[in-house]
C-alpha cells in the first residue's frame, strides 16, 4: 500500500565476504626453484572472470562456527541485476551478530582462543571405554548370580537378550541421527533437541542432567555400602552403619569432583585404570571357575564345570513372589549406560564416527561379557547349600528333590528345601566373590564397577546441563552454560551437581529413587528412538544419515519397548517421568524459546499439512462447512489494526486469514522492501497472536497487485473467499487513478466471485504515520544510547572516543529527535483518538447491539458474519438486531417471514425491526450535502449541445453525467434515505452490518458509486458494508 522509497536501486550483500573475492592462496614451487605464494585466477577455473564461486564447506558452515569461518556465497541480486560497483568490505560477522548470545545455536558459539590447547578424544578411550564401564556396574558380580538362580539360565538368557535388544536399537537409532550432520556437546539432549524441538529435548535434557546427578549418588552409595561390609567384618564401624555410608560416600564424591575438575585428561586416565582393574576381575571370574574346588566352596555349593548342574539351573525356580519381570526389573539398569559417551560429544575428536561405534561395540562386548559370565555360574554352582562341611556325603546314595544334583556330587543341602540357606545362586549375593580365583580382586572389580559408573555421570551431568543452558531454553538457568579453560568445562555444572549428589548420599536409602532414575534414563532412550523414526517418517530432505544400518520401524518398536519397560521396572515411576516431562514440555511450549533447528516435528508438520491440504482439494465444497476465509487488505500487519482485529474475529483459529500489502513503483525497488518485510510482518503476527498470513506482492499500480492477490491467494481449498478492506476516506481528493484503482478493486472482487467487506470507522483506518514516528524514534532512541555506550570509559580507559559512527554524529542524531518530536496538540489529539479506535476491537465489547441491516439477499453472508462475532468471547455481550426493507400494509407478515427463516437458520436475535418507509424521499438537506459532494466530479453536459457534451465527456469520461444522475436518481436517493433510517435506529449501536450496493460496470461511474457508499455509511458507528458472492452460506437443512 505504501511506494517504495529508492535508495538507488544498489543491492549490496552486507553480508558478502570480501575475502572470497578472489581464490584461497595457495604454496607453490617454480621452475627455477622458487618458492612463494600465489593467488591463482578465477579465470583460470573457467575461462572469464566472474563473481560465481565454486562449491566450498565454508560456505554451508553456521555463523561463528567453531570449526572454521564461515564465508559468504554472492548473493542472487549481485549476480543477476545491473552491474555496478559495490562495497564488499562488510564482513558477515557484522551483519549476523553472532556473538555467542544466550539463544545462539551451539555450533554458533564464538570459539575460545584457549581451545586450541583441548583435550579431544577418540572413539575407545572417549566412548568404548566409558561406555563399557558405565555398563558394567555392581550387578555384574552382586546381582547377576542372583538373576540366573531366580529365572534358570534359559530365561536368564532372554533377560540379556531383551536389555540388549532395547540398548542395540537405541544405539542404532543414536548412530542414525549422530551421523545426520555435525554433532556438538550435549550428548543425548542435543540429539533429542535437534531431531524433534526443544520442547523434548528441553524436558528430557533437565531430567536426564537430575538423573545423571543422582545416580552419582546411587553409585557412591553402592561403593560405600561395600566398604562399611568390610568394616563390619573386621569390626571397625566409625559410628554405625547409616552414618558410615553417609561418611564414605561424601568423602568418595569428594575425591572424585576433585579428578573431574582437574579437567578430561585426568578423568580419562582414572578411568583407564578402573577398565584395567574390573578386567582383571572378570577374568579373575572365569579362571576361578576351572580352579578346582576346595571342601569349603563345595559346601557353598560351587563344584567346578557339571553339566547336570547347568541342566538343573535350565529351568526357572522363582521364589518370595519374584516373577520374570520383577527379576529383569532387577538386571535392566545394569545394561543402561550406553549414553555415556554421547554425554561428552563436545570433547570427542570425531563425534559421528566415535558414537556409533564406541556406543555399539560396547553393547556387544558388554552383553556377551554378562552372558558368559553367567552361564560359567550356572554351570558350576547349585541353587542352594548349606555352606556347613559336615553336610558331605558318599556320592551315589539315593538322592530326590530340588537338591538331588548336589547329593550325586557328595552334599546333603536337603535342610534347605525347610529353611532358607545362606549358600548359594539364590541365597548368596556374593557368589562371584566365591567362584573367584582371587577373592579381594572380585572387590577391587565392584568398587572399580562402582566408582567408574559414578565418575561418568559425575561428568555427564554437568555437561548435558551446560548444553541445556546455552540454548537458553530456561532463562533462570544460563548461569551454568559459562565453562572454564581449555575445556570449556563447566565448574558451576560441577558444583550443582556436587551439591545433588550429596544431598542424596546424606539420604543413605537410594532404594526409592532407584527405579526413578532407571525411568528417567529410559525415557531418554525412547524419545532417541522416536528422534530416529520421526526424522525418517518426515522424510525431509535433510535426513541424510551417514549411517544405514538402522530401520525407522524398528526405531519405533524400541521406543514402544523402552516406554514397557518404564512400566515393567515401576509403574508409579513410569507415572511420575512422564508427569514431569509432560509439565516440562507444557512450560517450554508457553514460553517459546527462539530457536529454530529444523526439527523433524516442523517437517512432520509440513507433511500433515500438505497431506490434509491434498486430501481437502479431493472433497467438494458443502454449504454446511462454509466459513469466511478472508483476504484483508491491510498494508502492512501494524498498518490498520481494527481491519486486521475485525477480519480475525471473523476467521480466529478456524478459517484461513490473509493481511495483505500492495507496494507498488518500480520493481527493482518495491521488491527489496517487499522481501525485507516478509518475515518481520510475520513475526509481529505471531508475537501479537494474530493467526493469520502475512502476503505482499509488487506491482506497478495498486489495482494489478490486488488482482494478483484475489486470483493466486491460497492452496486448494484453502483458498479466501471474502475480500475485506478499508473505506477509502479520501476519495475527493484522491485523484482519479487512486478511486478508479479502489471501485475497480471492488469490480474484480465481483468478477471473481469474492464476498466483499467494506469497513468504515469515522476517525480512519491507517495508523501507519504513527507507526513510522515510534519506529524513527525508538531507532534514535538506540543510536543515542550505542553512542553513549561508545563514550563511556572502560575501566579507566575511553572507549571508541575515536571510533568513527556509522550512520550518525551526535548532530544528525539530534536532528532527528527533533523530526520526530511531539506533534501539535491538535494532531496529537487527533492521532490519540485514532490509536483508541485502532484498538476498538481488540477490546471487549460493551453490552450492547449489532444491528444487521439486511436489505438484500446475498446468499447469507450479510447475516452469517455477524452471527460469528456473536460466538466469540469479545462479542459475547452484544446481540443481534436485524433490520429489513417492507411495505406499509404487510410490515407484521414481513417480520414474522424473516422470524421464520432465522428460526430454520438456528441464529438468534433480540429484535426484527420492518422498515416500511425507506421508500420516502429523503431530506433537502441530505440531498444537497450530496450535490455538494459529487459537485467537483460532475460533468454538466446539459446544457450543452450534443457536440460539444460527447467532446466533453470524451475528454473526461469519468465524471459523473446528467444523465447518470438522472438515471439512477432513485437508487442515489435511497442511499442518502437509508443513512437517514440508520441515524434514527442505529446510532447507539456498537456495530452497524448493511447490505452495500453494487455498481454495475460500464453504468455507474467511480465518483458517484463512492458517493454512494460514502453518504450511506456516513457519521455512524463503526459500519460494516457486505455483499455475499450470492451463493448461500447458510442452510436449514440437516
Not at 351 to 364: C, E, R
Not at 542 to 556: D, E, I, T, V
Not at 592 to 597: A, G, L
Not at 830 to 837: F, S
Amino acid at each position: 500500500m505504501e511506494r517504495f522509497k529508492s535508495n538507488g536501486g544498489e543491492h549490496v550483500n552486507s553480508a558478502y565476504d570480501s575475502t572470497l573475492d578472489e581464490p584461497p592462496i595457495y604454496e607453490t614451487t617454480f621452475s627455477n626453484g622458487e618458492h612463494r605464494t600465489v593467488r591463482p585466477s578465477v579465470v583460470s577455473a573457467f575461462g572469464h572472470d566472474t563473481l560465481d564461486r565454486v562449491p566450498n564447506i565454508d560456505f554451508y558452515r553456521n555463523a561463528g562456527s567453531v570449526s572454521g569461518h564461515r564465508a559468504v556465497r554472492p548473493s542472487l541480486q549481485e549476480l543477476h541485476d545491473v552491474f555496478q560497483k559495490v562495497n564488499l568490505n562488510d564482513s558477515l560477522d557484522d551483519v549476523e551478530g553472532s556473538d555467542g548470545t544466550p539463544s545462539d545455536d551451539l555450533e554458533s558459539a564464538v570459539p575460545i582462543d584457549s581451545k586450541k590447547g583441548a583435550v579431544k578424544f577418540g572413539w575407545i578411550r572417549g566412548v568404548l571405554v566409558r561406555c563399557m564401564l558405565n555398563i558394567w556396574g555392581v550387578m555384574l558380580f552382586i546381582r547377576l548370580s542372583w538373576v540366573f538362580g531366580q529365572a534358570g539360565w534359559g530365561l536368564g538368557i532372554v533377560v540379556i537378550a531383551l536389555s540388549c535388544v532395547v540398548t542395540t536399537i537405541t544405539g542404532l537409532s543414536m548412530s542414525a541421527i549422530c551421523t545426520n550432520g555435525v554433532v556438538r556437546g550435549g550428548g543425548a539432549y542435543y540429539l533429542i533437541s535437534r531431531s524433534l524441538g526443544p520442547e523434548f529435548g528441553g524436558s528430557i535434557g533437565l531430567i536426564f542432567a537430575f538423573a545423571n546427578a543422582v545416580a552419582v549418588a546411587m553409585y557412591v552409595v553402592g561403593f560405600a555400602e561395600t566398604v562399611v561390609e568390610l568394616l563390619k567384618d573386621h569390626s571397625a564401624l566409625m559410628v554405625d552403619e547409616i552414618n558410615d555410608i553417609r561418611i564414605i560416600g561424601c568423602i568418595t564424591v569428594v575425591l572424585l569432583l576433585g579428578i573431574s575438575v582437574a579437567g578430561m585428561e585426568w578423568e580419562a586416565k582414572a578411568q583407564i585404570v578402573l577398565l584395567i582393574i574390573l578386567l582383571v576381575a572378570i577374568v579373575n571370574v572365569f579362571v576361578g571357575t576351572f580352579i578346582p574346588a576346595t571342601e569349603d566352596k563345595k559346601s557353598k555349593g560351587f563344584f567346578n564345570y557339571n553339566s547336570k548342574i547347568f541342566l538343573e539351573n535350565f529351568m526357572p525356580d522363582f521364589r518370595e513372589k519374584e516373577t520374570f519381570f520383577s527379576v529383569f526389573a532387577i538386571f535392566f539398569p545394569a545394561a543402561t549406560g550406553i549414553l555415556a559417551g554421547a554425554n561428552i560429544s563436545g570433547d570427542l575428536r570425531d563425534p559421528q564416527a566415535a558414537i556409533p561405534k564406541g556406543t555399539l561395540l560396547a553393547i556387544v562386548i558388554t552383553g556377551i561379557t554378562y552372558l558368559a559370565v553367567a552361564l560359567c555360574v550356572s554351570a558350576t554352582v547349585v541353587r542352594d547349600a548349606t555352606g556347613n562341611i559336615t553336610n558331605a556325603i558318599v556320592p551315589g546314595g539315593f538322592c530326590n528333590g530340588s537338591t538331588a544334583v548336589a547329593c550325586e556330587l557328595g552334599y546333603d543341602f536337603s535342610s534347605c528345601e525347610v529353611e532358607k540357606c545362606k549358600f548359594g545362586l539364590m541365597n548368596n549375593f556374593q557368589v562371584m566373590t566365591m567362584v573367584s580365583g582371587f577373592g579381594p580382586l572380585i572387590i577391587a572389580g565392584t568398587f572399580s564397577a562402582t566408582l567408574s559408573s559414578a565418575l561418568a555421570s559425575l561428568v555427564s551431568a554437568p555437561k548435558v546441563f551446560q548444553a541445556l543452558c546455552k540454548d537458553n531454553i530456561y532463562k533462570a538457568l544460563y548461569f551454568f552454560a559459562k565453562g572454564h579453560g581449555k575445556n570449556n568445562e563447566p565448574i558451576r555444572g560441577y558444583i550443582l551437581t556436587f551439591i545433588i549428589s550429596v544431598a542424596f548420599i546424606l539420604i543413605g536409602n537410594l532404594n526409592t529413587i532407584a527405579p526413578i532414575i532407571s525411568n528417567f534414563f529410559l525415557a531418554s532412550y525412547a524419545l532417541i528412538n522416536f528422534s530416529c523414526f520421526h526424522a525418517s517418517y518426515a522424510k525431509s530432505p535433510g535426513w541424510r544419515p551417514a549411517y544405514k544400518y538402522y530401520n525407522m520401524w524398528l526405531s519405533l518398536v524400541g521406543a514402544v519397548l523402552c516406554c514397557a519397560v518404564m512400566f515393567v521396572i515401576n509403574w508409579w515411576a513410569a507415572l511420575l517421568t512422564y508427569g514431569i516431562e509432560i509439565l516440562l514440555y507444557i512450560y517450554v511450549t508457553v514460553k517459546k524459546p527462539d530457536v529454530n533447528w529444523g526439527s523433524s516435528t516442523q517437517a512432520v508438520t509440513f507433511v500433515s499439512a500438505v497431506s490434509n491440504a491434498l486430501s481437502l482439494s479431493g472433497v467438494d465444497d458443502h454449504v454446511k462447512n462454509f466459513r469466511p476465509q478472508i483476504l484483508a487488505l491491510t498494508g502492512s500487519a501494524r498498518t490498520r489494526p481494527a481491519l486486521l482485529d475485525l477480519a480475525h474475529s471473523f476467521s480466529k483459529n478456524y478459517g484461513l486469514c490473509l493481511t495483505c500489502e500492495v507496494f507498488v513503483g518500480p520493481r527493482s525497488e518495491a521488491l527489496q522492501e517487499m522481501n525485507a518485510g516478509m518475515e518481520k510482518n510475520q513475526q509481529w503476527l505471531r508475537k501479537t497472536k494474530r493467526k493469520a498470513f502475512y502476503a505482499a506482492v509488487a506491482c506497478d499500480s495498486f489495482r494489478e497487485g490486488t488482482e494478483s492477490l484475489l486470483q493466486a491467494s491460497g492452496l486448494g481449498r484453502m483458498r479466501p473467499n471474502t475480500l475485506m478492506m478499508g473505506f477509502k476516506r479520501n476519495w475527493r481528493t484522491a485523484g482519479t487513478e487512486s478511486v478508479q484503482n479502489y471501485v475497480g478493486i471492488l469490480h474484480d472482487a465481483f468478477d471473481f466471485e469474492y464476498g466483499t467487506v467494506i469497513l468504515r470507522m469515522n476517525q480512519g483506518l491507517d495508523v501507519s504515520h504513527i507507526v513510522e514516528a515510534e519506529e524513527e524514534m525508538l531507532k534514535a532512541a538506540k543510536e543515542q544510547q550505542a553512542l553513549e555506550k561508545e563514550m563511556m570509559p572502560n575501566g579507566g580507559k575511553s572507549r571508541g572516543l575515536f571510533r568513527k559512527s556509522r550512520k550518525s554524529s551526535q548532530q544528525v542524531l539530534t536532528t532527528r529527535v527533533s523530526v520526530c518530536g511531539p506533534p501539535p496538540p491538535q494532531v496529537a489529539k487527533m492521532n490519540e483518538r485514532l490509536l483508541e479506535a485502532s484498538s476498538q476491537f481488540k477490546k471487549k465489547q460493551p453490552k450492547g447491539t449489532i444491528d444487521v441491516w439486511w436489505l438484500f439477499d446475498d446468499g447469507g453472508l450479510t447475516l452469517l458474519l455477524p452471527y460469528i462475532l456473536t460466538t466469540r468471547k469479545k462479542w459475547k455481550d452484544s446481540n443481534l438486531r436485524i433490520f429489513i426493507a417492507g411495505q406499509p400494509e404487510r410490515s407484521e407478515l414481513d417480520k414474522q417471514e424473516m422470524k421464520s427463516l432465522l428460526q430454520k437458520f438456528r441464529i438468534n436475535c433480540t429484535d426484527i425491526t420492518v422498515i416500511d418507509d425507506i421508500h420516502l424521499r429523503p431530506s433537502s438537506d441530505s440531498l444537497r450535502n450530496l450535490e455538494d459532494m459529487i459537485e467537483p466530479f460532475r460533468l454538466h453536459e446539459g446544457s450543452k449541445d450534443t457536440a460539444q457534451a460527447e467532446a466533453m465527456q470524451k475528454e473526461q469520461p469519468w465524471k459523473i453525467t446528467d444523465k447518470e444522475l438522472s438515471e439512477f436518481e432513485e437508487k442515489t436517493n435511497l442511499q442518502l434515505r437509508l443513512n437517514e433510517v440508520l441515524q434514527q435506529n442505529s446510532k447507539s449501536a456498537n456495530l452497524i452490518i448493511v447490505s452495500m450496493p453494487i455498481a454495475r460496470k460500464e453504468s455507474i461511474s467511480d465518483f458517484l458509486y463512492m458517493a454512494w457508499l460514502d453518504v450511506l455509511t456516513k457519521d455512524l458507528p463503526p459500519t460494516l458494508l457486505i455483499r455475499g458472492n450470492h451463493k448461500s452460506v447458510l442452510t436449514f437443512y440437516s
